[in-house]
Each structure stands twice: as structure tokens, then as C-alpha cells.
């Protein structure tokens, strides 16, 4: 294991988070729900990859895939709607790709899926600790160059739920307790499905707060799997952007 990985860093993170939050819930479901879908990616991921290669390989982007999947689904869902949605995350990795990347975010892909396919909802276990979340948050997004992102996407999510919270005679300040900060700091910003350039990460970030938006104001559910989804299509394009 090594320790400077960036994923080595965020699992010990997402680990020590998960922790915490069943400690001071005393939810021990949470864990558990946890430990099944990171096992199931780890497996699928395993399997896949001997398939293809005939060695046995752990990687650290399963053990990510799996920690987030066990924060974003709710842990009341029975074990095998998360080893599904863990087996979809996976095989999206490996499948769908273009160029020697996989176009969508693992995990995203394998939630939104099994949303989509069963009707369940999404939980995001402590994705509105903000104290928490922002400082290890920053460091990460800063280490991986997807700062461009965070911001982007903050200055469009504060500019349209601003003017609405003033439509709508709310206090501006109360968006800053309804952002899903897992979202923003451990998912928007996965390096091999957002765009390497500049003003692709500016176009990103915005559009997906944008899409976020829109979808909210429809009433759609899983706002921002979709838009993640949807700009995680548009990275090819923008990274031809400079």
C-alpha cells in the first residue's frame, strides 16, 4: 500500500469518516452495508481483471468505488441491491470506455443504475458535515488539479439557488446547509472522468450545478447522479477545449 496514493489517502479518509459517523449514530448497519460493497467491488474488480490479464489484483480505485457506493446508498437496502449496484459500478469501469478511459464514474454509474432500475433511494451519509468534509476535501481536489471544478460549480449552485432563495424570501445563507459536500469534494471531482483542461473544468463544474438546478426544479430525483452522469459524456469534448 502506498501511503502517498491519492486513493490510498481518500480510502483511509472515507474509512476513518465511516467510522465516525456509526460511532456517534451508533449505526452499525451502516458499517456493514459498507464492508458489502466494498468487498463486491473489490470482487467484481478482481474478477474482471484476472479475466483479462490472469492475475489476481486488489486496486485502490475498487476500494474507492466501493466506500462511496456505501455512503450514497442507504443502508437499509437489502445486500444484494448493493452488490449489484457495486457489480455496475465495476463493469462500467471496464466496459464503457473511450481512448483507455472509462467515461463515467464508477460508482455514480452504479447507483444511478440501480435507482434507476429498482426505484430506491439515495441516502449520502454525512454529506452535509461540511467541517468535516471541506478540509480533507480542499486537500484532495487541490492534490488531483480539479479545483477549477469545485469552484465553477459552487459559483453556479450559489447563483441560482441564491436568486431563488430570494424569490422565495429564504435566508441565502441556508444553502450552505443543504450542498452535498460528498458530492462536491469526494465525486464531481474523479481525475479520469472530468476534463483536463482549464476551461473544460470551468464548463464542467458550472454545467453540472447547472443541470442540478434544472433537474431540482422538475422534481427529478438523483439531480446530481444525472448531471454528473450527463457531463461525464461531455469530458471527450471538453478536453479539447484549451
Given at each position: 500500500?502506498?501511503?502517498?496514493?491519492?486513493?490510498?489517502?481518500?480510502?483511509?479518509?472515507?474509512?476513518?469518516?465511516?467510522?465516525c459517523?456509526?460511532?456517534?449514530?451508533?449505526?452499525s448497519?451502516?458499517?456493514?452495508?459498507?464492508?458489502?460493497?466494498?468487498?463486491?467491488?473489490?470482487?467484481a474488480?478482481?474478477?474482471?481483471?484476472?479475466?483479462?490479464?490472469?492475475?489476481?489484483?486488489?486496486?485502490?480505485?475498487?476500494?474507492?468505488?466501493?466506500?462511496?457506493?456505501g455512503?450514497?446508498?442507504?443502508?437499509?437496502?437489502?445486500?444484494?441491491?448493493?452488490?449489484?449496484?457495486?457489480?455496475?459500478?465495476?463493469?462500467?469501469?471496464?466496459?464503457?470506455?473511450?481512448?483507455?478511459?472509462?467515461?463515467?464514474?464508477?460508482?455514480?454509474?452504479?447507483?444511478?443504475?440501480?435507482?434507476?432500475?429498482?426505484?430506491?433511494?439515495?441516502?449520502?451519509?454525512?454529506?452535509?458535515?461540511?467541517?468535516?468534509?471541506?478540509?480533507?476535501?480542499?486537500?484532495?481536489v487541490?492534490?488531483?488539479?480539479?479545483?477549477?471544478?469545485?469552484?465553477?460549480?459552487?459559483?453556479?449552485?450559489?447563483?441560482?439557488?441564491?436568486?431563488?432563495?430570494?424569490?422565495?424570501?429564504?435566508?441565502?445563507?441556508?444553502?450552505?446547509?443543504?450542498?452535498?459536500?460528498?458530492?462536491?469534494?469526494?465525486?464531481?471531482?474523479?481525475?479520469?472522468?472530468?476534463?483536463?483542461?482549464?476551461?473544460?473544468?470551468?464548463?464542467?463544474?458550472?454545467?453540472?450545478?447547472?443541470?442540478?438546478?434544472?433537474?431540482?426544479?422538475?422534481?427529478?430525483k438523483?439531480?446530481?447522479?444525472?448531471?454528473?452522469?450527463?457531463?461525464?459524456?461531455?469530458?471527450?469534448?471538453?478536453?479539447?477545449?484549451?
Amino acid at each position: 500500500m502506498n501511503i502517498k496514493s491519492i486513493k490510498v489517502q481518500l480510502s483511509i479518509f472515507l474509512i476513518a469518516f465511516a467510522l465516525c459517523l456509526s460511532f456517534t449514530g451508533k449505526d452499525s448497519l451502516f458499517l456493514l452495508s459498507l464492508g458489502v460493497s466494498v468487498i463486491a467491488a473489490i470482487g467484481a474488480d478482481s474478477i474482471i481483471t484476472y479475466l483479462k490479464s490472469k492475475k489476481i489484483i486488489i486496486t485502490e480505485s475498487s476500494i474507492v468505488s466501493g466506500l462511496i457506493i456505501g455512503y450514497v446508498l442507504s443502508s437499509g437496502e437489502a445486500w444484494w441491491i448493493i452488490i449489484l449496484a457495486s457489480i455496475f459500478a465495476i463493469s462500467s469501469k471496464h466496459i464503457i470506455r473511450f481512448n483507455g478511459r472509462h467515461v463515467f464514474n464508477p460508482a455514480g454509474f452504479g447507483v444511478l443504475i440501480i435507482t434507476f432500475l429498482l426505484g430506491i433511494s439515495t441516502e449520502w451519509k454525512g454529506a452535509n458535515l461540511w467541517y468535516i468534509i471541506i478540509p480533507l476535501g480542499i486537500y484532495f481536489v487541490f492534490k488531483i488539479r480539479k479545483q477549477e471544478i469545485v469552484i465553477s460549480y459552487l459559483i453556479a449552485s450559489f447563483i441560482l439557488f441564491g436568486i431563488q432563495a430570494i424569490i422565495q424570501n429564504v435566508q441565502i445563507f441556508n444553502i450552505l446547509g443543504y450542498l452535498n459536500y460528498f458530492f462536491i469534494f469526494i465525486m464531481l471531482v474523479e481525475p479520469m472522468t472530468t476534463p483536463m483542461t482549464y476551461y473544460g473544468k470551468i464548463i464542467f463544474g458550472s454545467g453540472v450545478g447547472i443541470l442540478i438546478f434544472i433537474l431540482y426544479l422538475f422534481g427529478i430525483k438523483e439531480a446530481e447522479l444525472l448531471a454528473l452522469a450527463f457531463f461525464n459524456l461531455s469530458t471527450l469534448l471538453l478536453n479539447r477545449r484549451r
